[in-house]
């Protein structure tokens, strides 16, 4: 029996010994630790701004953009040219930083639109980029221009075909107004500028292009970041009513001469036969 103890007592001294040593072989952690911290870059793009969350995201996947952009189909049609060309814009050809940047305004309630905002809402930053791209790979096909001849002897275009007065602003623009000439940003052809995010116009729905010039002349936006609608408000304040509706109908049926041919080529007579149009020739004043 007092063998058993002592080896109890033994055993005992030897598991506080461990414990001993256990304890002395962990580092102690200095009382000034700091804490584990995230940098603000690292943090999730969703706790961003949606616009802001842009500058996070890489080019888009146009191949991954076609499985997400399947919504878009109901209104803006599966290749970007809109089912109803009465009530819905055509995204095929738009530049992919405009469209991204569109719906990051419309999720950020920046650009309000009711339609659009919950399908934006779903979409993360680079969601937004990938549909993007995949619209960007599209080819945008022509409207056509209204060459109904303008029968009002109040008007300073009397005489002139519906489209023509919106022709020769779009090229050469109102000196006397300081109207510049739209193709100097937008390209002779409507095609835009991605590089600046100017978007393409040309065969665009002339309702749509009268509302967005409307909005511009009005001056009022929703958006945090005004530049580039500061750009458009400037200019489309100098124009009238009747000059929005003829430059919209000429960009409806403004295209690249180039696409008109190969819709031709492929069978889609809708683009092919689309006019009245320019080529892709910068316009002499």
């Not at 405009?98 to 979409?123: C, E, H, W």
């Amino acid at each position: 029996m007092r063998n058993a103890r002592l080896i109890g007592i033994a055993g005992l001294a030897v598991l506080a010994a461990t414990v001993a040593l256990a304890q002395t072989t962990v580092n102690p952690l200095p009382e000034d630790q700091p804490a584990q911290t995230t940098p603000i870059d690292a943090a999730s793009s969703t706790d961003m701004d949606p616009v802001a969350a842009l500058a996070t995201t890489h080019w888009g996947d146009p191949q991954a953009g076609a499985i997400k952009a399947g919504a878009c189909a109901a209104c803006h049609g599966l290749d970007g040219n809109s089912v109803d060309p009465t009530l819905y814009p055509n995204l095929a050809g738009q530049g992919e930083r405009y469209i991204a940047r569109q719906l990051a305004l419309f999720k950020s309630g920046q650009r309000v639109n009711p339609i659009m905002k919950p399908f934006a809402d779903t979409l993360s930053a680079q969601d937004m980029r990938d549909v993007a791209a995949y619209f960007t790979s599209k080819r945008s096909g022509a409207g056509s221009a209204d060459d109904t001849v303008i029968n009002d002897a109040a008007s300073p275009y009397n005489g002139m075909k519906f489209y023509e007065p919106g022709q020769r602003i779009y090229r050469v623009g109102i000196a006397e107004r300081q109207v510049p000439a739209c193709f100097a940003c937008h390209g002779p052809s409507g095609s835009g500028n991605p590089g600046s995010s100017f978007p393409q116009i040309g065969g665009q729905q002339s309702w749509y292009v009268a509302r967005r010039l409307q909005e511009y002349r009005s001056g009022e936006t929703t958006e945090a970041n005004r530049t580039n609608f500061d750009i458009m408000a400037k200019v489309a304040k100098h124009l009238t009513d009747e000059e929005i509706a003829s430059l919209a109908s000429y960009l409806q049926g403004l295209h690249n001469r180039a696409d008109q041919v190969a819709a031709a080529d492929t069978g889609n007579t809708a683009a092919a036969d689309a006019a009245p149009a320019d080529n892709t020739a910068a316009p002499s004043p």
